[in-house]
């Protein structure tokens, strides 16, 4: 698929474009005079098919300009979607939803690169390979560096999903792709899924850093850099909701556990509801004194025997547990350091955590 030039930034030949919107509404038979959800007619999907440069009666053809398939212009324009798929399985076509261009690009790249949930989950409720990889001749993003000659050039479905489409469907789809592919991204850390989110995802940006981050998505200061998508200043806030996000998390989990101890959760008892240590359960006020205060309380607080019940407890009350934490502590610590630098050279340096609200 050749790379094309879009507003001094280089994309891939896989765009929506309003070009080519226009060849399906200014054709006789109109795609968008029909029920969106049905199938296309054979009058309407021959006609659209022809006016992109297919020909309908040979699918398995591609389309030599661009190297795509029928599959692939169904990805590109959202009001066809589903419909053209529906209409191209039925008509002798389903074996070609994976076929891929010569860059690697399959039609399931193309439709969550341009954001369409539906057509994507159609597609892989109906076999498109969510696993699959691309790789690329020319840089994706303008605001990149050009990668060296020994560095992976490859993107992946996820990374292109992370750039346009819902928090929703990234969600679902992080369970399905394999998990290298929730860090993997054609040049390091510059091209993460984590920074396809952060910088192109205007739509879902903070929401979905969040959402890669408890999944495991690694933090790197790679994935965060200013760009034309982002002013210094906005950058700046940004980073900081995302710091504080963080570290409220943590802070929530903090206070789950002075909770549980202070609130004598635990008696010494296995019985002993009220803590005075009888194990009968009667409350009672007696014993060895206050439940916080009693020998080996935290260590029984986080054994084996009640660390289901913490655990059912915390997910109730929305507290994080578990490996959540590890990936909260990680990304606050970065996001704590791109906050001090940015503000250091904005306001000098020394002045982050005066100017923290």
Same mark, same amino acid.
């Given at each position: 698929?050749?790379?094309?030039?879009?507003?001094?930034?280089?994309?891939?030949?896989?765009?929506?474009?309003?070009?080519?919107?226009?060849?399906?509404?200014?054709?006789?038979?109109?795609?968008?005079?029909?029920?969106?959800?049905?199938?296309?007619?054979?009058?309407?999907?021959? =006609?659209?098919?022809?006016?992109?440069?297919?020909?309908?009666?040979?699918?398995?053809?591609?389309?030599?300009?661009?190297?795509?398939?029928?599959?692939?212009?169904?990805?590109? $324009?959202?009001?066809?979607? $589903?419909?053209?798929?529906?209409?191209?399985?039925?008509?002798?076509?389903?074996?070609?939803?994976?076929?891929?261009?010569? =860059?690697?690009?399959?039609?399931?790249?193309?439709?969550? #690169?341009?954001?369409?949930?539906?057509?994507?989950?159609?597609?892989?409720?109906? +076999?498109?390979?969510?696993?699959?990889?691309?790789?690329?001749? %020319?840089?994706?993003?303008?605001?990149?560096?050009?990668?060296?000659?020994?560095?992976?050039? #490859?993107?992946?479905?996820?990374? #292109?999903?992370?750039?346009?489409?819902? $928090?929703?469907?990234?969600?679902?789809?992080?369970?399905?792709?394999?998990?290298?592919?929730?860090?993997?991204?054609?040049?390091?850390?510059? #091209?993460?899924?984590?920074?396809?989110?952060?910088?192109?995802?205007?739509?879902?940006?903070?929401?979905?850093?969040?959402?890669?981050?408890?999944?495991?998505?690694?933090?790197?200061?790679?994935?965060?850099?200013?760009?034309?998508?982002?002013?210094?200043? %906005?950058?700046?806030?940004?980073?900081?909701?995302?710091?504080?996000?963080?570290?409220?998390?943590?802070?929530?989990?903090?206070?789950?556990?002075?909770?549980?101890? +202070?609130?004598?959760?635990?008696?010494?008892?296995?019985?002993?509801?009220? &803590?005075?240590?009888? &194990?009968? +359960?009667?409350?009672?006020?007696?014993?060895?004194?206050?439940?916080?205060?009693?020998?080996?309380?935290?260590?029984?607080? *986080?054994?084996?025997?009640?660390?289901?019940?913490?655990?059912?407890?915390? *997910?109730?009350?929305?507290? *994080?547990? &578990?490996?959540?934490?590890?990936?909260?502590?990680?990304?606050?610590? $970065?996001?704590?350091?791109?906050? *001090?630098?940015?503000? +250091?050279?904005?306001?000098?340096?020394?002045?982050?955590?005066?100017?923290?609200?």
């Amino acid at each position: 698929m050749a790379a094309v030039q879009l507003g001094g930034t280089w994309r891939h030949g896989m765009e929506s474009t309003h070009t080519s919107q226009a060849l399906y509404q200014n054709s006789e038979a109109s795609p968008y005079s029909e029920d969106p959800d049905a199938m296309l007619s054979d009058e309407v999907a021959t =006609t659209v098919l022809r006016n992109c440069g297919f020909d309908p009666n040979d699918l398995h053809a591609s389309l030599d300009e661009k190297d795509d398939t029928a599959w692939h212009l169904a990805g590109r $324009v959202q009001r066809l979607g $589903v419909r053209m798929a529906k209409w191209l399985e039925a008509n002798g076509a389903a074996d070609m939803i994976n076929t891929s261009a010569s =860059t690697g690009v399959t039609p399931l790249m193309v439709a969550v #690169y341009n954001g369409y949930d539906n057509l994507a989950r159609w597609m892989i409720a109906h +076999g498109a390979d969510v696993g699959a990889t691309s790789h690329f001749t %020319s840089p994706v993003f303008g605001w990149s560096p050009e990668p060296e000659e020994d560095e992976q050039k #490859y993107s992946t479905v996820f990374n #292109y999903a992370c750039r346009r489409c819902s $928090v929703t469907f990234v969600q679902e789809l992080a369970d399905k792709v394999p998990p290298a592919h929730l860090d993997a991204g054609p040049v390091a850390q510059c #091209y993460s899924p984590m920074a396809t989110a952060f910088i192109l995802n205007t739509a879902h940006r903070i929401p979905m850093v969040k959402m890669l981050v408890l999944r495991g998505a690694a933090v790197h200061v790679a994935a965060f850099p200013a760009s034309e998508h982002n002013t210094t200043m %906005s950058l700046v806030k940004q980073h900081l909701e995302l710091l504080e996000w963080a570290e409220g998390e943590l802070e929530n989990h903090r206070t789950f556990i002075a909770l549980l101890l +202070g609130c004598g959760v635990l008696g010494s008892g296995s019985g002993d509801v009220g &803590g005075d240590g009888d &194990g009968n +359960g009667d409350g009672g006020g007696g014993g060895d004194g206050a439940p916080a205060m009693r020998p080996n309380l935290l260590s029984k607080l *986080r054994g084996d025997g009640n660390t289901d019940a913490r655990m059912r407890i915390a *997910r109730c009350l929305g507290v *994080r547990t &578990g490996v959540e934490l590890g990936r909260l502590r990680r990304a606050a610590a $970065v996001w704590r350091g791109i906050y *001090r630098a940015r503000v +250091g050279v904005l306001f000098g340096e020394g002045t982050a955590e005066v100017l923290r609200p």
